[in-house]
Structures are given as C-alpha cells and as structure tokens.
C-alpha cells in the first residue's frame, strides 16, 4: 500500500484502532509507525481530517478523532469487522488476508450490502479478531501479553490493533481468540508460552496486540 493509495478513512480507521483508553492524542509517530509513511505525509493527512473537522490535531502532542470523526471512524471499523467474519468464518480467508481484503472492501461496499451481510451472517458479535462489532474498543479484565507473568495462565481474548505482521504471526503458529495459553519465560521482547501442549515464542509487537484474560483452571 503506497501513500498515495491510503484514504482518509483509511486514516480515520487507524486512529481510532491506535488511540488508548484515556482519551489523549495520538503521536503522529505511531501513525507513522503503523503506515510507514514519512512524517510529512502523515502530517498532510492529519491536516486534512482537521480541515474537515473530522480530528483534533494539537501540534507536539498529536491528533484526536472530533465527534463526527469517531462517528465515522466506528461506522468505518463496524464495516470492516463484518466483511472479516464473512471471508474468515465463511469463506476460511487467513485472519491476515480476510483483514487485508476487508479493508478493501469497507470502503467499496455499500452500506445496505453490508448489512444485508451483516443479517445473512446471524449477526456475529465479535470479528475474527475478537474485536466487538459496533462498540467501543474497551475491553474489561484483560491485559496486554507484555504485561502477563511468568506462570501466568491466559484465554487470548483479542489481537488489536490488527497490525499485519502480528496477524501474519497468529496465524502462523495458530493463535486465535479463545485459546488457552500459559507464560513460561519472557524477557523485554521475547516472551515463550505454551500452546496447545506446544512451546511458542512470541516477539516485537505481537506482545502489545495479544490481549488476554486471566484464567485459574489448568490448561
């Protein structure tokens, strides 16, 4: 994906999915991190949801969704989330290929067919990811991975935000919502965990968008 081929929606989306619990602006590092865009051109597009009142951007601290643009964004998020259910669920897409195209075509696809899809899919509640669909990004009684501890016993609750390579990582060593996992060595960037009787090593930024919830029984 090029600079010039990323929308403002686009945009839209990831400042949503990237912004914390607390309400605080989003350095445009992590943007630039998340796109790998230069910093001039995250900054002309941050300029731009201002200009149509769609963010926030406060200059040394970073931008903020405006009302509209939250509005917007989750209606964005809510589209894409249902197009993952049906080319994951339905269609057994790869989680990282179904997040690939569902970008696509949460742009493409007209509302009405969304839902229509939304219906004909029973209306799942949650997307492959384990993200909510159509409801806030928090999520109570679960931790980041990084934060879990050694011995720590966890059901994998969610991958959020839905980088690519993390997705790409799940799915290779087969991590998903609602597996069993337990923490057995970690270290800064590197964490082991067994899973499915195996043991896995987990990296880099797998370990901020694996999210858990504590879990007492044995694995």
Known sequence: MTAASVSIEDYLGAIYRLQNASGDPLPLGVLQDFFGFS????????????????????????????????????????RHRIWECFLANELQVPIDEAHKLAGDL?????????????????????CPHGSKIGESNLHLAEIQLNEAKI?????VTR??????????????????????????QKDNMEMKILLDD????LTGETLVCVWGAEIKDEI
């Open 106 to 126: 949460e742009h493409s696809a007209p509302d009405w067919v969304t839902e229509r899809l939304f219906t004909h899919l029973g209306e799942p509640g949650f």
């Open 39 to 78: 910093p001039i051109s995250i900054h002309e597009m941050v300029q731009k949801l201002a200009q149509r009142g769609m963010a926030d951007y406060q200059p040394y601290r970073g931008v903020k969704l405006t009302s509209f643009g939250r509005e917007t964004a989750e209606a964005l998020v809510r």
């Open 198 to 201: 195996q043991q896995m090593t």
């Open 159 to 184: 991958i959020y935000p839905e980088k690519a390579l993390v997705l790409v990582q799940a799915r290779e060593i087969g991590l998903h919502p609602g597996q069993k996992i337990a923490v057995i």
């Open 151 to 155: 011995g720590q016993k966890l059901i």
